[in-house]
Nanobody, 124 residues
Framework: QVQLVESGGGLVQAGGSLRLSCTAS????????MGWFRQAPGKERDLVAA????????YYADSVKGRFTISRDNAKKTLYLQMNSLKPEDTAVYYC?????????????????WGQGTQVTVSS
């Protein structure tokens, strides 16, 4: 069992930056692939970025490429999402998720554990 807790969300002006963190409990964090998803009101939950268990491979949605960076520190059992050049359309609840499979996982159904989410609001 893995419990995930996100932090770092908040209100920021367009063009600003935020860094989200996701801290995991349990001993198997380092073997899980991880992902950041977001969900805006009335919309589906979409993958923003994903990373393999080792951190050697990453994926980014086209909408965030070049602006967001996903990383992980397995020793600290923490996942990060550095978000730069934020836009109002980035406003959403951001969720971290863990996939037991370990490889790069791009679909919601591949993820086994979810955090409670953290709100990111970007004002224009």
């Amino acid at each position: 069992q893995v419990q995930l807790v996100e932090s770092g969300g908040g209100l920021v002006q367009a063009g600003g930056s935020l860094r989200l963190s996701c801290t995991a409990s349990g001993r198997t964090f380092s073997s899980y692939a991880m992902g950041w998803f977001r969900q805006a009101p009335g919309k589906e939950r979409d993958l923003v970025a994903a990373i393999t268990w080792s951190g050697d491979n990453t994926y980014y949605a086209d909408s965030v490429k070049g602006r967001f960076t996903i990383s992980r520190d397995n020793a600290k059992k923490t996942l990060y999402l550095q978000m730069n050049s934020l836009k109002p359309e980035d406003t959403a609840v951001y969720y971290c998720a863990a996939a037991r499979i370990g490889r790069l996982s791009l679909e919601v159904y591949e993820y086994d554990y979810w955090g409670q989410g953290t709100q990111v609001t970007v004002s224009s």
